[in-house]
């Protein structure tokens, strides 16, 4: 019996089930009674060990946040920490997209930007600053826990002084149009940034601070998750400011005239000389890493062996490239799997491609996930092969959401194609006009097979499921 879109769905959420924000917490975090009013609380570290933190009669914990599943790993700690609520010793805010504000018991959910803005707002602004005041009023004995997740970055906006943050949101912009990575943007970002590159870490000197991660980065670089505000800073200021510039210079940014004073200041601040940013000394640990995209591939493949299928699992470490070379190149590696090998078979991979973006007058609606799986659809119509007969061909982003749309992403199974060969011979519809309008979305639209999930609270790069028979 062929496998269906349904499987491929149904595999994808096994993938962000095994990254679900408050189960990926409480695997590292427990707290319990040690002597007295004291207690003892638990960080399962990335080695495997166990750290302990003694909570001394009156000691506070002070839980801040930032991105979109920092709601959920709230609910957490108030869980872990309910003891300590009586008595008034638990307290926090996190940021999160306001779809994602709920009624928490004393951990406040703040909306820091709209539902689907994937962009700092002055609401964010506002939250960052609660943030740093919640920090720097901890006391010696207090322990902060930061909970750090994906999209976290657009959540945790203080640019610094010099610029406002209506042009750091048109760096941002610009980068993302022009196909820069995760790691190009918040490399720029966290040189723009007073709480970026080590910026919170440096308020929480002498103080104990713990920062739990959930990495929507490839390979989980730690200065990159979020723009690294809870890991020390890498580099001199002038050496980070020459390495922001280079990435704007190298995308183009010096010829456009709203970006210019940016350039211009960067130029100046590279050739100030300097030591290391200072980080913080004393009393924070290493942080965290409590899930990644790894660990949702792993799930997914996991659970593709349970129906049957001889499994492939894989897991990009670094930035790929576009969403369009990548959807053909899982086209064609999953295509040779099934020509050698034969019989009922999955690919499970993860990862994060980029969007060139066309100008804005031409552009549609869409995302790298839904113009990955339109290329790779494309591709099977101009030539198809034995292997596709059974083909099932789905993206996804775990955060359930794809670009500026309500999608999560898209998938084509045989049917699928066969409706599209028809209503392009008929003249009815060309995938690749809308393939090169990033208008991607509204072709599935039409045509059956988007991934519409709502947001799921977690975010860990996109899992793709290709199945045959």
Excluded at 384 to 411: I, K, N, Q
Excluded at 414 to 425: G, K, L, N, W
Aim: net charge neutral; glycine share 12%.
């Amino acid at each position: 019996m062929p496998y269906t879109c349904q499987n491929a769905i149904e595999l994808w959420r096994r993938g962000v089930r095994a990254v679900e924000p408050r189960e990926a917490v409480g695997r590292c975090l427990c707290c319990r009674v040690s002597r007295g009013r004291s207690f003892e609380v638990l960080f399962r570290q990335n080695d495997g060990q166990t750290a302990a933190e003694i909570l001394p009669p009156g000691a506070k914990v002070i839980v801040v946040g930032f991105g979109k599943a920092s709601g959920a790993m709230a609910d957490a700690c108030e869980e872990i920490f309910a003891p300590l609520i009586p008595s008034g010793r638990l307290s926090g805010w996190v940021n999160v997209p306001a779809d994602q504000v709920t009624d928490g018991r004393v951990i406040r959910r703040h909306a820091g930007r709209p539902a689907g803005v994937n962009e700092p707002r002055p609401e964010g602004v506002e939250g960052t600053r609660k943030i740093v005041e919640l920090i720097g009023q901890a006391a010696p004995d207090d322990l902060v826990i930061a909970l750090v997740s994906g999209g976290g970055s657009a959540l945790l906006p203080l640019p610094i002084p010099e610029i406002t943050l209506e042009q750091k949101t048109a760096v941002t912009r610009f980068l993302s149009g022009a196909g820069a990575n995760i790691i190009e943007l918040n490399t720029v970002r966290g040189t723009l940034s007073e709480v970026k590159s080590g910026g919170l870490l440096r308020l929480a000197e002498r103080k104990r601070l713990y920062s739990l991660i959930l990495s929507d980065v490839l390979g989980s670089p730690l200065s990159i998750i979020a723009g690294g505000a809870t890991v020390p800073a890498e580099g001199t200021p002038a050496e980070n400011a020459r390495r922001a510039l280079a990435i704007l210079e190298r995308f183009g940014a010096q010829r456009r005239a709203e970006l210019v004073p940016i350039c211009d200041l960067l130029r100046r601040r590279s050739a100030v000389g300097g030591a290391p940013a200072a980080a913080a000394s004393g009393k924070s640990a290493p942080p965290i890493i409590l899930a990644d995209n790894p660990l949702a591939a792993a799930a997914a493949g996991a659970a593709a062996r349970q129906l049957g299928l001889s499994v492939l699992t894989e897991s990009a470490d670094s930035p790929e490239g576009t969403a369009e070379s990548v959807g053909l190149d899982l086209l064609r590696r999953f295509r040779r799997q099934v020509r050698e090998c034969g019989g009922p078979r999955a690919l499970i991979s993860g990862g994060e491609p980029v969007v060139e973006l066309v100008p804005k007058q031409r552009r549609g609606r869409g995302g790298r996930n839904t113009q990955l799986v339109l290329a790779a659809l494309i591709e099977v119509l101009r030539r198809p092969a034995p292997e596709d007969r059974h083909l099932v061909f789905l993206s996804g982003g775990t955060d359930g959401e794809d670009g500026p749309t309500d999608a999560a992403g898209a998938y084509f199974d045989p049917e699928i194609v066969e409706r599209v060969r028809q209503m392009t011979d008929a003249g009815e519809i060309s995938p690749e006009d809308y393939l090169a309008r990033n208008d991607a979305y509204t072709f599935f639209e039409r045509c059956g097979g988007l991934l519409k999930t709502g947001p799921t609270g977690t975010n860990v790069c996109d899992l793709r499921i290709l199945l045959s028979e």
